[in-house]
């Protein structure tokens, strides 16, 4: 399953989670927002429709930050993940999900699948120790 991720940044520099309604895969879990690339659909309009229906943003800057393989056993994902440096609009969870606006030292408090391991450590890394001037 090829998914597209973002990982929004706000002003602060701080990062928005949502979590995983109970009767989905991995439910329970925090996690960073996107949803399936359809057939056909570049993987910038499918960050951008994904992130639009389940927060009700816009894209207006984002860079690509990392792809992360994982197999669950029960399922294999593909997370082409891409850090959103700028948006228009409120993030809510317009599928009833709850929303958490988080820290980088915050992060270990958060409960995450698997997958999003890799993106918690490429934050650290990548993002939050980077320059703004070299962040994308």
């Known amino acids: 399953m090829h998914v597209a991720?973002?990982?929004i940044l706000d002003d602060l520099?701080?990062?928005l989670l949502t979590r995983r309604a109970a009767?989905?895969?991995q439910g329970g879990l925090w996690e960073f927002p996107g949803?399936?690339?359809e057939p056909g659909e570049s993987l910038h309009n499918a960050l951008a429709r994904e992130l639009?229906?389940?927060l009700g943003i816009l894209v207006r800057r984002s860079t690509p930050l990392l792809e992360v393989h994982h197999d669950y056993g029960d399922r294999q994902v593909l997370l082409d993940v891409h850090v959103v440096w700028e948006f228009d609009g409120?993030?809510?969870g317009r599928e009833g999900q709850p929303l958490a606006w988080v820290a980088g030292e915050e992060l270990a408090?958060?409960?995450f699948p698997a997958a999003n391991e890799p993106i918690v450590?490429?934050?650290?890394t990548q993002v939050w120790g980077l320059e703004t001037g070299l962040s994308g």
């Open 52 to 54: 639009h229906e389940e």
């Open 5 to 7: 991720v973002g990982v």
């Open 13 to 15: 520099r701080r990062v």
């Open 90 to 92: 409120q993030a809510l």
């Open 121 to 124: 450590a490429a934050l650290s």
């Open 23 to 25: 009767h989905s895969h």
């Open 35 to 37: 949803g399936k690339v």
């Open 109 to 111: 408090k958060y409960r």
